[in-house]
């Protein structure tokens, strides 16, 4: 059985930063694509961050580039966001996803919420 559990989201000021993690049970996260999307209020779920296996290429959406960066500690079996620079319109609740390549995202954590105040 597959399990994803993302940690490390709050409460933090504009301008300030989180690492989200991700630990995942059931798979080695290095053998698939790790994923991470968002979900504000009100909003579709939308593509955040992701990074495939074996080359770790790592593919950004325009609106967090520069700012977020997605990476894996295969040995923790533990995929991580580090979002720096926060805005509020950065708010939403950030889901970890796994699959065997980008966009076939077969399985999904439970949410964490992050939330940047002005």
């Known amino acids: 059985q597959v399990q994803l559990v993302e940690s490390g989201g709050g409460l933090v000021q504009d301008g300030g930063s989180l690492r989200l993690s991700c630990a995942a049970s059931?798979?080695?996260?290095?053998?698939?694509?790790m994923g991470w999307f968002r979900q504000a209020p009100g909003k579709e779920r939308e593509f955040v961050a992701s990074i495939i296996q074996i080359s770790e290429i790592a593919y950004y959406a325009d609106s967090v580039k520069g700012r977020f960066t997605i990476s894996r500690d295969n040995a923790k079996n533990t995929v991580y966001l580090q979002m720096n620079s926060l805005k509020p319109e950065d708010t939403a609740v950030y889901y970890c996803?796994?699959?065997?390549?980008?966009?076939?995202?077969?399985?999904w954590g439970q949410g964490t919420q992050v939330t940047v105040s002005s």
């Open positions: 996803t796994l699959g065997p390549r980008v966009g076939a995202w077969a399985y």
């Open positions: 059931g798979r080695t996260v290095g053998n698939y694509a």
